[in-house]
C-alpha cells in the first residue's frame, strides 16, 4: 500500500472531490491526472485507484461528453465533501482555488469554443465553428473547404483566438455597407 496513513488517503480522495466541485463542469482523466501531477498533490497511480474507487462508491459518476470520458460529481459525493470539508486544510483549498480558477477559465473556454472538420468527399472538407454558452449556440458556421490543410489551420486559428476572428465577423456584418 502507497499510504500508510488512513487520514492522508480520506484526505487525497476529499481533494479529488472539492476539485471535482470547484470547476463544477465533467473533467476527463487525463485533464485530472494532469493537474494532480502538475502541482504534486499525489501521484499517478493513487489518482487513478481513488478515482476508481470514488466512481465505485458512487460519489463520482463517468459520462460521456464529446465522445470523452468524464468525471462528475454526484449528489452523494456533493453531500460527503460538504460533511468532511473540515478534513481538507485550508492552505490545501485555497490553494487549490486559486489555481483552479485559471484551469476552470481554460475548461470552459474549450467547451463554449469548438471548431471540427470532416471529410465530405475526395475534394471537399466541411468546416464547423461554434460558440456556446450557457449551453445556448452564439455564432455557428460552417464552411466548405478544398483541402484538409486548409480546414484544420482554420480550425487551429479559430480554437487559438476565436475572441479576435469573431469580433472582426461581427464588426464587418455590422458595419452598415462601410466596406464597398
Given at each position: 500500500m502507497f499510504l500508510?496513513?488512513?487520514n492522508e488517503l480520506a484526505q487525497h480522495k476529499l481533494l479529488l472531490l472539492y476539485l471535482l466541485n470547484k470547476i463544477d463542469i465533467p473533467m476527463n482523466n487525463a485533464e485530472i491526472t494532469q493537474f494532480v501531477l502538475e502541482h504534486n498533490y499525489m501521484n499517478y497511480f493513487l489518482t487513478q485507484q481513488y478515482?476508481?474507487?470514488l466512481v465505485d462508491a458512487n460519489f463520482i459518476h463517468v459520462i460521456t461528453v464529446k465522445n470523452k470520458k468524464c468525471y462528475k460529481l454526484t449528489d452523494i459525493g456533493k453531500e460527503t465533501l460538504e460533511y468532511f470539508n473540515n478534513r481538507i486544510p485550508k492552505k490545501l483549498k485555497k490553494e487549490?482555488?486559486?489555481?483552479?480558477e485559471k484551469k476552470k477559465q481554460t475548461l470552459i473556454k474549450e467547451a463554449q469554443i469548438i471548431g471540427n472538420y470532416y471529410k465530405k468527399n475526395d475534394s471537399q472538407y466541411i468546416v464547423s465553428l461554434k460558440v456556446i454558452e450557457n449551453e445556448i449556440t452564439l455564432f455557428d458556421l460552417s464552411l466548405n473547404v478544398v483541402s484538409n490543410k486548409q480546414a484544420k489551420l482554420i480550425c487551429e486559428n479559430w480554437k487559438k483566438s476565436p475572441d479576435k476572428i469573431y469580433k472582426k465577423f461581427m464588426d464587418y456584418l455590422t458595419d452598415e455597407y462601410k466596406h464597398e
Open positions: 500508510e496513513d488512513t478515482l476508481s474507487e487549490i482555488d486559486e489555481k483552479y
